[in-house]
């Protein structure tokens, strides 16, 4: 089968650990190493990796545990983001081989199509939004969960509890500061209130006799 990348490398991604395997072409050498998921660890890979000559690297999308080592490899290396699904469906593999040995020999016969992977400017955008998705579901399940708490015993704290999140609400929405308004706020309001109204009656009467 014709070879389409000299040195490559297969990468098998675990939650604490990432199985290496490089495979040169000239030779038909391979050696196949395992690090840690640190980022100590994820810069001996990238150093090893460069200093194996590896040009292009291939990895399967495992979620969340693939991002450090993509944010570590793109820049460096010609790095492919694979579908485990389509790894899966190639024919052909050995039963005792091993992931990364099976995407390293995949990869150099240029047998792997690449997912599209965003930009990172697009990809940071889209951790934002999710995670202010997150924060608002989370909000509205409390806020429910003390609508119906309201309907029960201790209403007047959970009447205050629901205020304090109203506030918290508007409070980010509007990117305000939170300011106190000191304890004497609410005689200040009562007054501000009345000195407006007799204001009001003032203005009014002489509207009336003038």
């Not at 990364?100 to 047998?111: F, R, Y």
């Not at 009001?200 to 006799?209: C, G, K, V």
Request: positive net charge; hydrophobic residues 40%.
């Amino acid at each position: 089968m014709q070879v389409v990348h000299e040195v490559c490398c297969g990468l098998d991604v675990h939650k604490k650990s990432v199985t290496a395997c490089v495979l040169w072409a000239a030779g038909r050498r391979r050696q196949t190493r395992e690090f840690g998921t640190f980022t100590r660890e994820l810069l001996e890979l990238v150093d090893w990796l460069r200093d194996s000559g590896v040009t292009h690297v291939a990895l399967e999308s495992t979620g969340v545990y693939g991002k450090p080592v993509w944010n570590l490899l793109e820049g460096q290396f010609e790095v492919l983001l694979v579908n485990a699904q389509h790894i899966k469906a190639v024919p052909g593999r050995k039963t005792d081989q091993r992931d990364s040995e099976w995407i390293a020999d995949l990869l150099q016969h240029g047998l792997l199509r690449a997912s599209f992977v965003p930009p990172t400017p697009t990809r940071e955008l889209r951790d934002l939004t999710r995670y202010r998705a997150s924060l608002a579901q989370k909000i509205n399940r409390i806020a429910n969960r003390i609508q119906k708490v309201r309907r029960g015993t201790k209403r007047a704290t959970i009447a205050v509890a629901h205020n304090l999140l109203v506030i918290a609400y508007y409070l980010l929405r509007d990117r305000t500061c939170y300011r106190d308004l000191g304890p004497d706020y609410f005689d200040r309001l009562n007054s501000e209130g009345l000195r407006r109204r007799l204001t009001l009656i003032h203005t009014r009467a002489l509207m009336i006799y003038s």
